[in-house]
């Protein structure tokens, strides 16, 4: 069952991309993918609040002719919002506002799917995607994380992690890990404001 949604989920992504084609084909365009924890966990210390926070400042902030595409993730991962421009931001907007918290992390299927649309049509790796996993992180030791970063890491793409919560060191010490392997920084989301997420997206 789990398959079957992701499959959907990706042929709806292809769908929502194919019809402005034009737009997401401009090499010169760099693409925001927002990796979204939307799983129990994130009900306590307020995560979720700092977690849309500073996904929100992300879709305020992020710069005309780019694209903005949000996967969100609990038992399973999914495309809420295709690759977009910013004359889109309001419904982007909304649908971080609507995520409500369920079921349990899977933190490496967030992160699998935002590969697979970072390479969606672009083969020759010319187009750059920024991707920032927003998460408490409160999941079990995954070592699948490793090889993930390692790929992100080369390819034209790169990976940020700001946590949503304090948390004990073998939390904080995995989503450390898992930037500085893919290329990126990590934050504790709680220690910065949210436009602290401006110069992850515009590097």
């Not at 019809?19 to 306590?44: A, C, H, N, P």
């Not at 992180?137 to 949503?164: K, M, W, Y």
């Not at 010490?173 to 989301?189: D, R």
Request: glycine share 4%.
């Amino acid at each position: 069952m789990k398959q079957f949604i992701r499959y959907l989920s990706l042929t709806l992504f292809l769908v929502f991309v194919s019809k402005d084609l034009s737009f997401s084909q401009r090499e010169s365009s760099k693409r925001v993918i927002l990796v979204l924890d939307g799983t129990y966990t994130m009900r306590e210390n307020n995560s979720l609040g700092v977690m849309k926070s500073w996904a929100n400042t992300a879709i305020d902030y992020f710069n005309d002719g780019d694209s903005l595409c949000i996967i969100t993730f609990s038992n399973y991962a999914k495309v809420s919002v295709p690759f977009l421009p910013v004359q889109h931001r309001q419904f982007m907007l909304n649908v971080v506002d609507e995520i409500t918290p369920t079921l349990a992390t899977y933190v490496y299927d967030g992160l699998s799917l935002a590969l697979e649309a970072h390479n969606w049509g672009n083969p020759d790796q010319l187009r750059e995607s920024v991707i920032v996993l927003l998460s408490d992180g409160l999941a079990p030791n995954d070592d699948r994380l490793d090889a993930i970063a390692s790929e992100i890491d080369s390819l034209n793409c790169i990976l940020h992690v700001v946590q949503t919560t304090f948390a004990e060191d073998k939390y904080v010490n995995q989503l450390k890990t898992l930037a500085e392997n893919a290329g990126g920084v990590y934050l504790q989301g709680v220690s910065f404001k949210p436009e602290r997420i401006v110069p992850l997206i515009r590097h």
